[in-house]
């Protein structure tokens, strides 16, 4: 579907009570928006065990960290459009900054980064009270026209945002690089060392969200028992 800002979603199974918000990468070259390897991996690999849970992936309008502020508005408008009463942003790498910038929407309860990038200028007080996981590669780090966030990054970011008074937990993948999944040349993906790992930590902090969200819904519902004369 196409998003107010011009930007696209893509939506796997429901979402008008829980939902996922996937949001991608950038780079330095201002470039038109793809789908996001890892991420759509990651969709095929969870979305079955989890049928009550609705995942959206964004497709940005320019996936370039020097647009940050387009991708930012096309999250938010993914986040406004998707109608979920709950929404966990799940950012990779660069959408780990677009995912912290939009976390203090009110339907917003949790970010899970994903080898994330938190740019030291990023105000983290967004995520006050809110949850924040990290999981990142072991072996992730920059080198001369590859990608990549070294995980002593992450983890200055994530202690930033504990500081500041959010909730969470910080995992680190031995083995795992930059990414999930690559596209071949033909366009079929291609897991990346300790893929099934990446799935399973997030599917683990996925039920956590689906659990929790379903506990509020009874405790109000509950409430509004007792509250009827």
Known sequence: MKLSTGAEMRITGPVDECAVVCVNGGQAREVEGTWSASVEWLVKAVAPRLPELGFAEVRYRVKSWRR????????????????????LLLGFSMGGA????????????????LAPWIPDQLDVTTLRRKRL????????????GIPGVSAAHSRQ????????????????IPGAVHGIALRNPWGALVKLPKADRWAELVEEELRRFVSAS????????ADSVRADP
Do not use: M, Q
């Open 68 to 87: 940050l502020e387009s991708c930012v508005e096309d999250a938010r408008a993914a986040v406004d459009e998707v109608g979920a009463r709950r929404v």
């Open 157 to 172: 970011g994530y202690d930033r945002a504990r500081e500041r008074g959010a909730e969470g937990k910080y995992v680190l």
């Open 133 to 144: 996981t990290v999981f990142h590669g072991a072996l992730d780090r920059w080198f001369p």
């Open 214 to 221: 379903r506990r509020r819904t009874e405790s109000a519902s």
């Open 98 to 113: 677009v995912s912290v910038a939009i976390a203090n929407e009110p339907v917003v309860e949790e970010v899970v980064g």
